[in-house]
C-alpha cells in the first residue's frame, strides 16, 4: 500500500505570491505523480503530471520531482482568487491505481 | 469537462439496503476506476476494471462489486448498506496505452446512508 502524506493546510497566501505545496510517499516503486484540484463539492480535476525527475511548468504551476528523496512538490505562481481550492497529491507505480493524499486546502486572500 | 459521466448525482439509501451506481468513461478509454472519498479526505482506490475484468481492488469488502461492459460504462454496486458508507464515489477513466497512468474523474454521485 502506498502511503502519501501532504503538508498539513490550511494554506493562506495573498493574491500575486507563490503557493508551495509539498507531498512525500512511502513506495520507491512509484513511477507517476499527479497533482489534481479539487474544488468544494466538486470531483478532483488533474492539472499537473510527472514522472522524470527535475520540474515541469504548465503556466503557472510547477511541479517538482525528486525520487531520491521521495518528494514531489507543486508551485502556484502569481496566485488568484480563483486558486482557491484544495490539492490533492497523487501516486502510481506500474499501474493506473492512484494513491492519494488527504489534501492540502488553499486560500488565496485578495 | 473530463467527458466522464456519472449517474445518479445524489442518492439518499437507508442502512441495509442495496444501491448501484453508473459510469460511462470517456470516449476511447477502457479503463474504468472507481473511488470513494469521505469528506475531508483523499479518495480511497475501490477497484479497478481493463476489458470487462477486475483488475486490482483496494481495501474494502466483498459487498462493495463491479462491472464492466463492452462498451467500457462501468457499475458499481455497494450491498448491506452501511452509515460509514456515505460519501462521494468517483468514477475516473483512462486511455489506452499511456505510461503515466493519467486518470480523469467523473463529477461523482453524493451517496448518504441514514
Known amino acids: 500500500q502506498k502511503e502519501v502524506e501532504q503538508n498539513s493546510g490550511p494554506l493562506s497566501v495573498p493574491e500575486g505570491a507563490i503557493a508551495s505545496l509539498n507531498c512525500t510517499y512511502s513506495?520507491?516503486?512509484?513511477?507517476?505523480f499527479f497533482w489534481y484540484r479539487q474544488y468544494s463539492g466538486k470531483s478532483p480535476e488533474l492539472i499537473m503530471f510527472?514522472?522524470?525527475?527535475g520540474d515541469k511548468e504548465d503556466g503557472r504551476f510547477t511541479a517538482q520531482l525528486n525520487k531520491a528523496s521521495q518528494y514531489v512538490s507543486l508551485l502556484i505562481r502569481d496566485s488568484q482568487p480563483s486558486d482557491s481550492a484544495t490539492y490533492l497529491c497523487?501516486?502510481?507505480?506500474?499501474?493506473?491505481?492512484?494513491?492519494f493524499g488527504a489534501g492540502t486546502t488553499v486560500t488565496v486572500r485578495a | 469537462e473530463t467527458g466522464v459521466t456519472q449517474s445518479p448525482t445524489h442518492l439518499i439509501k437507508t442502512r441495509g439496503q442495496q444501491v448501484t451506481l453508473r459510469c460511462s468513461s470517456q470516449?476511447?478509454?477502457?479503463?474504468v476506476s472507481w473511488y470513494q472519498q469521505a469528506l475531508g479526505q483523499g479518495p480511497q482506490f475501490i477497484f479497478q476494471?481493463?476489458?470487462?475484468?477486475?483488475?486490482g481492488r483496494g481495501n474494502f469488502p466483498p459487498r462493495f462489486s463491479g462491472l464492466q461492459f463492452p462498451n467500457y460504462s462501468s457499475e458499481l454496486n455497494v450491498n448491506a448498506l452501511e452509515l460509514d458508507d456515505s460519501a462521494l464515489y468517483l468514477c475516473?477513466?483512462?486511455?489506452?496505452?499511456?505510461?503515466?497512468?493519467?486518470?480523469?474523474f467523473g463529477p461523482g454521485t453524493r451517496l448518504t446512508v441514514t
Open positions: 476494471y481493463y476489458r470487462e475484468e477486475e483488475n
Open positions: 470516449s476511447g478509454h477502457n479503463t
Open positions: 475516473a477513466s483512462s486511455p489506452p496505452g499511456d505510461p503515466a497512468g493519467e486518470q480523469y
Open positions: 497523487a501516486v502510481n507505480g506500474d499501474d493506473y491505481k492512484l494513491s
Open positions: 510527472i514522472y522524470s525527475n
Open positions: 513506495d520507491r516503486g512509484s513511477q507517476s
